[in-house]
């Protein structure tokens, strides 16, 4: 059956030539057969049989203890000594917004104004971006593009990495609205007290706009339309997700009366970096976090040498559902190291399956789509990869199968394609 | 004394290149010996009131602008100012600030450094030679020399900076602190200066929230516990200084000398550094410092001794001419006085400020009561109810000598009372006027003294012994790391030698170096500590040949095209916790960089991270220098907004012809110095001395293979060019740093026997990176060139083992091959793998010991050695961190303490920190 893959191969090396085509729907059923599954619920089948259909998986089950019937399936693909992931997920991302950073035509993440709940990530979206193909092929292949910027910078919207345009590859529109909550440390020469009062000003604007979004709601049909104010309707009935950014104890306290104050239902903070002090708090209140980048520094000289890389372990000691995102410098293309920074928090301490979980089932709950993406159960999309060894570690992930819907999508990439050119050039095998 | 400051020149439209002081003057604006602050003196009754209230008599004055400044001047505080002046150009000032110039050069500490060098160089060579021209600064500077030269710093590392200025240009500079010498008072004292000291503490912070003490750095918490020490460490070790008040009024000035002399600063040794010492380092001995026949009489009148607590200075005699400051204790007149007035007698309370005092009359007045106009009766007696008021009266009450006026306003008037206050100060008598003009006498009887409080209440903290911490930063060590014999029994060394991988293996480590590898089963002494390494790997340790760690005020002199002349090791900032960081990510020797801002930047400097160490024992020992050169973007300053559009190049075109310029430039200078050398009529030169040039110099290092060049470089365009520009000029590119499209034009890199350090997989950020691929280290290395990969990030910097690993994943590359990308590659590139880089019998004991396969993303550095110290112990970091947070909670209730007491806080402010990289322009004020 390897023959088979190298087939797959083949057929994908050759039909491809500049341009990555997205994978047409899926027509034969596929079995993977033998490879160690790593469900995304925390469980993990060393020898699994997967069995997709229709863009579904339709049967997850343990090969050792159970007979598979393999002539249901019309490919059947040996992994054996593989290993088995969801789609990994991107949170809090800008890709396809931002290609060149430097190059302000690239730039489609920020908008003018602070208050802009009506701005919609989705339909800047690139899904031609040639920075998406470089991050699939370590398998992250879903993303949450986030807008940047201002106070409400706009609502988020999930796509998968293999599209023709945004309107296929969106998989939840606008689910969630961004909030830059204010800094209460903000690395500024002024005074301290002043910071304060700007932190309390700001703060207040923020509880004057959600004030007049809740009255608008309430009274959303004699008002004249205020498209920003209408945009906010969604937090209040429960169908859009607050997504805080915000990283300090302090913060974070103001946040969960906010939350309180504003019978938000569903609240995540992005960041986080305090999260664990205050994970009692967090729990409580139904609060979900999406983590900062594992690769970062300590932001204080005198906290643990480590802090950023144990965040995950320490928060996941705690209970609250958290996720790992990536956002810093150079975010787009610094995604296809998403899973090794997962990598870095099981070093130090996080349990190997709730890594997995940490960018799949956990971000699929967090954004609301765990009844059909983030893990590999039964009735999913058939959204996964497969990789030749341990994808959180660098050296042995090497993703070989990767399915969107059950589509096999094109692991080839211009940064392939270069280095491919220039080792022919130079006779290097 | 109130010298002007300069006026605020408005910031030009475009960059000012070119100095806009046209006449006879230096080049560059930020250097004017010329000037002297007498011109902008003004007397201001003020400011020479709070010095004669603080005890001076004599004051040095100067503006704070530039790097030489120009001369001050000395003073008296004589308010008939046409006496006052002793000393026109007494003294000549320097700093390593730039000031008011727009001047665009120097925009850095290195660069401020590297430009008051070559002012020096230019100085001596115009001195020395008979130049076609004038130059009125520099004149004015020789001329000086035999003034007292005070340089002005802030802390303890541009303090030694200055003090090695003076070292290399034989300069006595008396070199003004930041009052933090006790950091490192062994190289304090090494130098042999002597120093003016300020008195400025540190203010406490308001910790009572616990996050926001989290915001402190651990260095401010120690340095407000320590900074009182701070004389005192500095006489225990025969260090001469003298003090200053600047930054103090007069009650904070008298307040922190007396905590200076409570913490062990002896009176004596105090009160030389207020006279003495600054007389004799104004060469002033003659005329001041001391109360002698012959000597201006300079002298204050002190109610106690000086510098106790209780000692008011009464007068300040300035050249004979007395001024009052406090009214002597015995007519202190506070107190409760019972004032007989005609036979009433009523009470007189004194208080307030000893030398203002303020007076009330307080009697008690009886009256019925009375409610909404009804009087209230007694229901018993019928009578109506008595209530007493306590009535009380300002007085108005003024003091000249002994005689006193009061006066004061009553129901039935005014009374005015004068009178004499009679030696004892507490009875008084005279007469007055009662409200209907008649004449009356009076007397105040005082009952009761005023309670004298202490007269300035200190508040401090108890410290009194200052426990060092090298550095003082978080995670510093109480004692440096020392050499031990190590043997690491039973691990899996990766040798980065043709030996590959050895399994099983013992490595031991003695005096500094490797001494064997193999099995070596009872060789040991018994002092030979024994390390466990079964399960564990053995690598060199690691080496990052782009960094920008430990760099003070910024990574680039980013003004000119061109320079050289500036040098990283001139700035290396020991404190920076990320080299402690680094050592966790088993990184053991650092390339610091210039950064990327202009085609040719400045000298790199090649440190090994000895953690603790100052700034001149990091430097990495006997090897050769190296040069940061940048092409692209950064250099034609693509992303710079749009002021920068006038420095040439702007294009790639005009990079090549900068580089052109530049060698071409350096090849004349070197030729002008053969010619000097080789033309000699009996023995002796005849030529005039060409004029010594530092950045030509370093450029003619290059040509003549003594000075190394790494390269910032992204397109292969750039990269081809340059290699033709070598080549035609005669010169090497040894390193091509970043060169992300190295991959297009390996061949001739591999023609032109140039390496190549990379990074792992970043890209997309900028234009010219948009055809980086992570292939590149693995292309090149299986082109046989020596590939490294590099940080250039304090992050990343700390995980260079997962940086190489990619290596493997992307390009297929061996294992060995990977590991040696961080190690022995890096340092066949620096010129220095034969002392360091693989595992070798005789090599630096510059090693790490991984938790597993170094390459894998699981593997922790669990210890690092440098030089054979062990410098990072992860199952000795959980008690470090207790240790630091305890230290640091200790000091914070001692904030606490301090504060419960009555001492000031302030408010807690964020760091201020910024991490460099190449393209950073921004000085970060560390």
Known sequence: ?429 | MVVSSPKKKARPNSPQYESSNKGPYYWNEAIHPEYKAIVDFTFNEKSNKELLKKGFGVVLSHREDGIARGSGFVSTLNTFSNKSLLLNDAACFYSFKKGSSNQVYPSSLMGCIALLRQFNYDADWYNNSTPAFKDYSIETYLNSLNKPQLFITNNNLDLLRAAKIANEFNLNYVIKGGGDEYERINEIKNTGKTFIIPLVFPKAYDVEDPYDASKISTRKLRHWLNAPLNLSILEKNEITFAITSKGLGAEAFLKNIRLAVSKGLSKESAYKALTETPASILMMSEEIGKIQPGKWANLIICSDEFFENKGVILENWVQGNPTILSISKEIDIRGKYNLNTNQNIRTLIVNGDRNKPKATIQYNLISDSITNGDLILDPVTGKPFKITKKKIVPVSISLEDNKINLSYQLNNGAFILSGVVNFDSGSWDGNGQNPNGNWIQWTAIRNEKFEVKKEIKIFTNDSTIYSPIYPSASFGFDTLPVNQSFLIKNTTVWTSENDGILFNTDVLINNGEIKYIGNVLDLVDKSTIIIDGSNKHLTAGLIDEHSHIAISRGVNEGSHSVTAEVRLLDVINPNDVNIFRQIAGGVTTSQLLHGSANPVGGQSALIKLRWGANADQMKFENAPGFIKFALGENVKQSNWGDRNTTRFPQSRMGVEQVYYDAFTRAKEYGESWKLYYNTKKKGKHILPQPRKDLQLETLLEILNSTRFITCHSYVQSEINMLMKVADSMGFKLNTFTHILEGYKVADKMKKHGAGGSTFSDWWAYKYEVKEAIPHNASLLNAMGITVAINSDDAEMGRRLNQEAAKGIKYGGMSEEDAINMVTINPAKLLHIDDKVGSIKVGKDADLVLWTENPLSIYSKVDKTFIDGKLYFDLNKQPEKERALRKERASIISKMIAFKNAGGKVQKVKPPNEILHNCSLIKDDGN
């Open chain 1, 1 to 429: 059956m390897n023959k088979l893959l190298s087939i797959l191969y083949i057929v994908f090396c050759s039909t491809i030539i500049s341009q990555e085509t997205p994978g047409s729907i899926q027509q034969k059923s596929i079995l993977l057969l033998d490879g160690t599954a790593h469900i995304g619920n925390g469980q993990v089948i060393k020898r699994s049989a997967i069995g997709i259909e229709n863009g579904k998986i339709t049967m997850v089950e343990n090969s050792l203890v159970r007979t598979i019937d393999t002539s249901n399936y019309d490919e059947i693909i040996h992994i054996k000594g593989k290993h088995v992931y969801p789609g990994f997920i991107a949170c809090n991302s800008t890709l396809g917004l931002m290609d060149i950073g430097a190059v302000r035509a690239s730039r489609d993440l920020y908008e003018v104004g602070e208050y802009n709940p009506n701005i919609r990530s989705i339909i800047a979206y690139n899904t031609d971006s040639k920075i998406t193909t470089t991050v699939r092929t370590n398998g992250i292949l879903l993303g949450q593009i986030c807008p940047k910027g201002g106070v409400i910078s706009g609502s988020s919207s999930l796509v998968q990495f293999d599209a023709w345009n945004w309107e296929d590859a969106l998989i939840k529109a606008d689910e969630g609205i961004h909030l830059n909550w204010p800094r209460y440390y903000n690395r500024s020469k002024k005074d301290k007290s002043q910071l304060l009062s700007n932190y309390q000003k700001r703060g207040k604007e923020i509880v004057e706009f959600f004030n007049r979004a809740f009255v608008y709601q309430k009274n959303s049909k004699t008002a004249t339309t205020n498209i920003r104010l209408k945009a906010m309707n969604g937090l209040f009935n429960g169908t859009q997700q607050l997504y805080v950014h915000a990283n300090y104890v302090k913060e974070i306290t103001d946040i969960i009366n906010f939350k309180k104050e504003f019978n938000i239902s569903k609240l995540c903070i992005i960041g986080g970096y305090d999260s664990w002090m205050v994970a009692k708090q967090l729990k409580e209140n139904n609060i979900s976090v999406m983590l900062p980048r594992i690769h970062s520094l300590p932001k204080n000289n005198h906290d643990n040498i480590h802090l950023p890389y144990s965040l995950p372990s320490k928060l996941a000691e705690s209970g609250v559902l958290f996720c790992i995102q990536n956002s810093g410098d150079m975010q787009e293309m610094i995604t296809r190291n998403l899973p090794f920074m997962v990598g870095t928090a099981i070093a130090y301490g996080l349990d190997y399956e709730t890594g997995v979980a940490s960018i799949t089932l956990n971000a699929a709950k967090i954004l609301g789509v765990d009844d059909k993406l983030g893990s590999l159960e039964l009735g999913k999309d058939a959204t996964l990869f497969v990789s030749k060894g341990d994808a959180f570690d660098i050296k042995t992930n090497k993703v070989e199968i990767s399915l969107i819907n059950g589509r096999l999508i094109s692991l080839d990439n211009d940064q392939i394609r270069n280095y491919n050119k220039y080792k022919k050039k130079f006779n290097i095998d």
